[in-house]
């Protein structure tokens, strides 16, 4: 079973700063999709940014960016510049590409201070 | 505007008091789900459904029925809810089960079981 680790609960960062929030994942599949959600005090969750792991290419949706490094089954997130609207909690997840199911890790709450 | 909509967004109830949360959708999906929120877990998924009249148990199902009669709708029913249910629940849906298809989240419902 594929399961999906968040080491960080908490995490802080000073505006404008650049912070790395960790996610390690266990699977057998070769090939899967993994995901980083936010979600805001609103509760909506949001789609960050997605990697396809037969990519070798890291993804990037403008000041995120993620490392993924398949051997490691390592798959951090980079806020590079951070904002008060970055404030939220962040869901690490893997993507079953064999039953299409979303696995999420525990979750880090990232708090950015002006 | 292309959204998943759940109702109600906050509920109050007591043990063994039957209850339904609606979610809905107009995107035309055919996949949808159910997850369920708490602390320190994470999102773990209750149901799915790949097309109408097709459901399937998510990974933690027990406590929960679900019915998928029409595309755009798929409720989640609590026959006796107990407090162990009290969570904070997200409906989602995708075009396809396929993974590498975006879930779109509904803006969650916050359930309290007293």
């Known amino acids: 079973a594929q399961t999906v680790t968040q080491s960080q609960p908490e995490m802080s960062v000073q505006e404008a700063e650049t912070v790395t929030l960790s996610c390690t994942y266990d699977?057998?599949?070769?090939?899967?999709?993994l995901f980083w959600y936010k979600q805001p005090p609103s509760r909506q969750m949001i789609l960050v940014i997605r990697?396809?792991?037969?990519?070798?290419q890291n993804a990037t949706e403008n000041r995120f960016s993620v490392n993924f490094q398949k051997a490691a089954k390592s798959f951090s997130l980079k806020i590079s510049d951070s904002q008060l609207g970055d404030t939220a909690m962040y869901f690490c997840?893997?993507?079953?590409?064999?039953?299409?199911?979303?696995?999420f890790g525990q979750g880090t709450t990232l708090q950015v201070k002006p | 505007e292309a959204q998943v909509t759940q109702n109600p967004r906050y509920l109050i109830t007591v043990t063994g008091k039957k209850l339904t949360v609606t979610c809905s959708q107009n995107?035309?999906?055919?996949?949808m789900s159910w997850y369920r929120q708490d602390p320190g877990l994470g999102l773990r998924q209750i149901y799915y459904?790949?097309?109408?009249?097709?459901?399937d148990k998510g990974d933690v199902p027990e406590g929960y029925k679900v019915s998928r009669k029409e595309k755009r709708n798929f409720p989640l029913i609590l026959e006796s809810p107990s407090p162990n249910q009290t969570s904070l629940y997200f409906c989602?849906?995708?075009?396809?089960?396929?993974?590498?298809?975006?879930?779109?989240f509904g803006p969650g419902t916050r359930l309290t079981v007293l």
């Open positions: 989602a849906s995708s075009l396809t089960g396929l993974i590498n298809n975006e879930q779109f």
């Open positions: 699977t057998s599949e070769s090939n899967y999709y």
């Open positions: 990697q396809e792991a037969y990519k070798q």
């Open positions: 997840a893997f993507g079953s590409s064999n039953t299409g199911k979303l696995i």
């Open positions: 995107m035309n999906h055919e996949y």
């Open positions: 459904s790949m097309n109408v009249e097709v459901t």
